[in-house]
C-alpha cells in the first residue's frame, strides 16, 4: 500500500489500552454493516503501535464539526466546552442537520438515516465518545449538496481500558460481575443527553429516543444490518489482527460486548410501540 503523508493520520493510543486495536476493530465493523466509515489501518510509528487514519477530506472541501453547528442554531451553545454537557442533547444533533437533509435528493438516504446508524453502531460497539466534535458534515465547492461526512474516532470502544484480568474476572462472573454490568456502569455513558433525564445516556439507550424522534425506520434499518452480521464474521475481524497485537481475553471481551449491545439495543426497540 502506498502511503502519502498528507492523506493519513497517525494516531498513538493512550499507554496501557487498546485503543489501537478498537479502533481498527470498528472501521471492519462498520464495513460490515455497510456504515460509512473512516478508513483505519494498523501502524508503527518510531516502534510506538497505533492506527492510521486515512482523510476523507477533499483538499477543497470544507468540514464543519457538530459544535460549530450547534452552536450557530443555539445561542448560548458553548463549543468548546468538553465533557458531558447537558446542552448537547439527542434531538439537537437532529436540528442541527436538518439543512443537509433538506439540501439531499429523495433517491439517496438522507443524513438523519446516516446518523441514526452513527448512533446505533455508536450502541453495537459501545463507543462513549461521540462529543459534539466527533461528527461533521462536507462541504465541497461546486457540489450543491452538502452530506455528512463518515463516521469517525471509535477508539473508545470495546472495553479498549480494562487489563486482560479484569476482562477475564467480568467474562468468569466473578463477584457478580457480568458484560452487562460493565456495560450499564456510571462512567460507561456516552457523551449526548437523552431527551429526558439529568445525565448523559449509554449509547445503546438512546434507541427509543431515536423512535420517539421519528427514526423508527432507520433504527430498524440499522438493527436488522447488525442482526445479519454472523459471530463467525465478528470473530473473523478479530482474528485477523497479526502476532501479538490484540490477546484472546480482549478479542472474547470485545465479542460478548457486540452480542450484549445487540440484545440490549432489540430489547428497546421490541419495548417500544412502533
Not at 455497510?34 to 483505519?40: F, K, P, R
Not at 492510521?52 to 453547528?69: M, Q
Not at 489482527?241 to 480482549?250: I, M, V
Request: glycine letters at 6%.
Amino acid at each position: 500500500m502506498s502511503l502519502q503523508d498528507d492523506d493519513w493520520l497517525f494516531k498513538r493510543p493512550r499507554p496501557h489500552t487498546g485503543e489501537h486495536w478498537a479502533e481498527k476493530a470498528t472501521a471492519e465493523l462498520a464495513r460490515l454493516i455497510n456504515l460509512d466509515a473512516a478508513t483505519v489501518e494498523l501502524a508503527t510509528l518510531e516502534e510506538t503501535r497505533g492506527t492510521i487514519s486515512r482523510s476523507f477530506v477533499p483538499r477543497i472541501a470544507t468540514l464543519t464539526h457538530g459544535n460549530e453547528l450547534l452552536s450557530e442554531q443555539h445561542p448560548g451553545y458553548e463549543p468548546s466546552v468538553e465533557g458531558a454537557y447537558p446542552e448537547y442533547r439527542v434531538d439537537r444533533i437532529f436540528e442541527a442537520i436538518a439543512d443537509v437533509d433538506a439540501s439531499q435528493h429523495s433517491e439517496s438516504p438522507n443524513a438523519s438515516h446516516e446518523v441514526v446508524g452513527f448512533l446505533i453502531f455508536d450502541g453495537w460497539i459501545a463507543n462513549t465518545d461521540r462529543h459534539h466534535e466527533n461528527w461533521a458534515i462536507l462541504q465541497v465547492p461546486g457540489d450543491e449538496n452538502d452530506r455528512m461526512a463518515p463516521t469517525f474516532d471509535h477508539a473508545s470502544s470495546l472495553g479498549r481500558l480494562l487489563d486482560d484480568d479484569r476482562r477475564l474476572r467480568i467474562l468468569n462472573g466473578a463477584d457478580m460481575l457480568s458484560v452487562r454490568g460493565y456495560l450499564d456502569r456510571r462512567d460507561a455513558q456516552g457523551s449526548i443527553f437523552p431527551l429526558k433525564g439529568s445525565d448523559p445516556a449509554c449509547p445503546f439507550r438512546l434507541v427509543s429516543d431515536l423512535i420517539e424522534l421519528g427514526h423508527a425506520d432507520s433504527v430498524k434499518h440499522w438493527l436488522e444490518r447488525i442482526e445479519k452480521v454472523t459471530r463467525d464474521k465478528k470473530r473473523a475481524v478479530f482474528e485477523a489482527f497479526p502476532g501479538d497485537w490484540l490477546t484472546e481475553p480482549s478479542m472474547n471481551f470485545a465479542l460478548q460486548i457486540l452480542d450484549e449491545t445487540e440484545e440490549l439495543m432489540n430489547e428497546e426497540w421490541q419495548s417500544c410501540d412502533t
